[in-house]
């Protein structure tokens, strides 16, 4: 089963400001990566899938890099409604395995 | 618009068997995808539970298998979840979502998921 590691596990941030979020897998899983947002009280938002694709209606301050083991989900400039848990997924093999999420937070 | 919700009970007693319904509207079941449970335990990461289509195929991730059947009824349009020899371990907000496909007719069991239902947090607790 392959493991994805999430860092950091929380991230302090202001709104405006850029977010580099990171997701590292066990093994190779190609571009097979998704991120997913978690808003609190609401069920998780696909944001990425394909390592880069935005899905629909993701604004495009979101944007997600990276191929084989290390990859990274990148927000522009932060809005209020961005502070969240943000989870990746790979997808490449079955069962799919999530990282642990990371938590943006605001400073 | 596909809207995914699930029901069921919120506690459930050790050893006992966990039934949870997902209704889908804005998307009829029988014209395709694989329809997934996910669920998260406290301190754990997301967990794929299993997918089923329309047709009644499985899919299960190996660790839950010897316990877990998802089943469909496209006349409801729901898909449900059970899970057998509860455990405190089992403890977690179970979710239901589409598994996406990004080719018309080719439908996986297992993929990323889009969209989610909000989901249920089951105690297992007597």
């Known amino acids: 089963e392959i493991v994805l590691t999430q860092s950091p596990g929380t991230l302090s941030l202001s709104p405006g400001e850029a977010a580099t979020l990171s997701c590292r897998a066990s093994q190779h899983v190609a571009s097979d990566l998704a991120w997913y947002q978690q808003r609190p009280g609401q069920a998780p938002r696909l944001l990425i899938f394909g390592a880069s694709r935005r899905a629909t209606g993701v604004p495009d301050r979101f944007s997600g890099s990276g191929s084989g083991t290390d990859f990274s989900l990148t927000i522009s400039r932060l809005e209020p409604e961005d502070f969240a848990i943000y989870y990746c997924?790979?997808?490449?093999?079955?069962?799919?395995?999530f990282g642990q999420g990371t938590k943006m937070e605001i400073k | 618009q596909v809207h995914l919700q699930a029901s069921g009970p919120g506690l459930v007693k050790p050893s006992e068997t966990l039934s949870l319904t997902c209704t889908v509207s804005g998307y009829f079941i029988s014209r395709g995808h694989y329809w997934a449970w996910i669920r998260q335990s406290p301190g754990k990461a997301l967990e794929w539970i299993g997918s089923?289509?329309?047709?009644?195929?499985?899919s299960y991730n190996p660790s839950l298998k010897s316990r877990v059947t998802i089943s469909v009824d496209t006349s409801k349009n729901q898909f449900s979840l059970r899970l057998t020899s509860l455990t405190a371990a089992d403890t977690a907000i179970y979710s239901c979502a589409r598994v996406a496909s990004l080719t018309p007719s080719y439908y996986p069991a297992d993929n990323f998921f889009d969209p989610w239902g909000q989901g249920i947090l089951v105690t297992v607790s007597s």
């Open positions: 089923v289509y329309y047709s009644g195929t499985t």
């Open positions: 997924q790979q997808y490449v093999t079955s069962p799919g395995t």
